[in-house]
């Protein structure tokens, strides 16, 4: 996987600057941006390239925690015992999220991903479902498409299905608290299979 380096590259067209039709003429049915567009960008991110983005998630600013964890006594009563022993500083990521069974069926939960795990919490029950330490992360699963679906995998537990519209967020600050906290670089395996 190559480094994490981020860089945005943005072509500006002038009026004056025409391009004549005969010469450079792209496909009209692609949604894909081209150069003449005049707003493409390049994000070198986890994804590098191989994956389709919606134009709306490569601008997009993160925010880390949507739900706040710390105005809920439940998350925090649960993070102060799990992560006591475990050295968690703080939540990098709290959503809502759906978590997908064996079965097939759609369940509600509340993801939240601190600096050394990942905590699944049911959100009508306040109880929680799941703890996966970061280290036990073998890598993360996501298709080629631009959809929500992405997969935690865990050689020593089973593994987890999971659809946000954060995705995005959600794959890089794993990628990059991984990298920070264990030197380790998680890999992500973009596959439509």
């Known amino acids: 996987m190559s480094a994490s380096i981020r860089r945005r590259i943005q072509i500006e067209v002038n009026s004056s600057d025409t391009i004549d039709d005969d010469k450079e003429k792209t496909d009209l049915g692609s949604d894909e941006p081209t150069p003449s567009d005049g707003n493409v960008t390049e994000d070198h991110d986890p994804f590098s390239g191989g994956k389709v983005r919606r134009k709306a998630s490569i601008a997009r600013s993160f925010r880390g925690d949507y739900i ?13 015992k799990q992560g006591k022993y475990a050295g968690d500083r703080g939540v990098i990521f709290a959503d809502e999220v759906l978590k997908f069974t064996g ?16 905590y699944v919490v049911d959100q009508e029950t306040y109880t929680l479902k799941r703890r996966i330490a970061l280290a036990a992360v073998e890598k993360l699963c996501l298709s080629e498409l631009s959809d929500n679906f992405f997969s935690i995998i865990v050689p020593t537990e089973y593994d987890l299905l999971l659809a946000s519209t954060r995705k995005t967020e959600i794959v890089s600050l794993l990628v990059e608290s991984m990298k920070n906290t264990s030197n380790y670089e998680l890999e992500v395996h973009l596959s439509n299979r």
């Open 68 to 80: 706040d964890v710390r105005s809920k006594p439940y998350l925090m009563k649960i993070l102060e």
């Open 103 to 118: 079965s097939g069926k759609m369940k509600r939960r509340i993801l939240v991903i601190t600096n050394f795990a990942i």
